[in-house]
């Protein structure tokens, strides 16, 4: 099979079309171009991306949106701003009791753990929420919160 590469605008475009628990990719795109059905089996012959060597158990990742507060909280720490890595490291040290086993698993995709790249979707949200300066902002690899950003950390430093 070909692989191709979408944008995020796409991505978030066939996330909409899904069915949860349901489709691929592959089975939302021949859905909107009403395709025929694919043939029996076609997609668990499919090799994946996502493919890992540890099954995941329903209820064993921890929510992306549960990196927030301690990402808010290990900012503000750090006077607003940090390195990526010193932010992450922090973050852990924070989590080290709740994190799962399959949580610290790495992603076949790069050389970062399950949590890692979680919490990094979350500071993508953050950005796109003005609670993070964006990338065109800060030095490369630095993240650094913004007005709206270091008034939710103050709030979440109290709770």
Same mark, same amino acid.
């Given at each position: ?6 944008? %995020? ?10 069915? =949860? ?5 592959? !089975?939302?795109?021949?859905? @909107? ?8 089996? $076609? ?6 991306? &996502? ?12 929510? $992306? ?5 301690? /990402?808010?909280?290990?900012? &503000? ?8 890595? &010193? @932010?992450?490291? #922090?973050?852990?040290?924070? /989590?080290? %009791? !709740?994190?799962?086993?399959? %949580?610290?698993? %790495?992603?076949? !995709?790069?050389?970062?753990? &399950? ?15 003005? /609670?993070?300066?964006?990338? !065109?902002?800060? =030095? ?13 950390? #103050? ?5």
């Amino acid at each position: 099979m070909p692989t191709i590469r979408i944008d %995020d605008d796409v991505y978030e475009w066939l996330k909409k079309l899904a069915r =949860p628990f349901e489709d691929t990719p592959n !089975s939302v795109l021949r859905r @909107v171009a009403e395709l025929d059905s694919a043939p029996p089996n $076609q997609e668990e012959k499919m090799p994946t991306a &996502r493919q890992t060597k540890v099954p995941q158990v329903h209820g064993q990742k921890t929510p $992306q949106s549960a990196f927030r507060k301690p /990402l808010l909280v290990v900012l &503000r720490k750090l006077g607003g701003k940090g390195d990526r890595m &010193r @932010v992450l490291n #922090e973050v852990e040290k924070l /989590l080290a %009791d !709740s994190l799962s086993e399959f %949580d610290k698993t %790495d992603i076949p !995709s790069g050389n970062s753990s &399950r949590w890692q790249k979680s919490a990094e979707w979350e500071v993508r949200t953050m950005r796109e929420q003005g /609670l993070l300066k964006p990338v !065109s902002e800060t =030095p490369r690899g630095v993240w650094a919160l913004t007005q709206e950003g270091n008034a939710r950390a #103050e709030a979440a430093g109290r709770s």
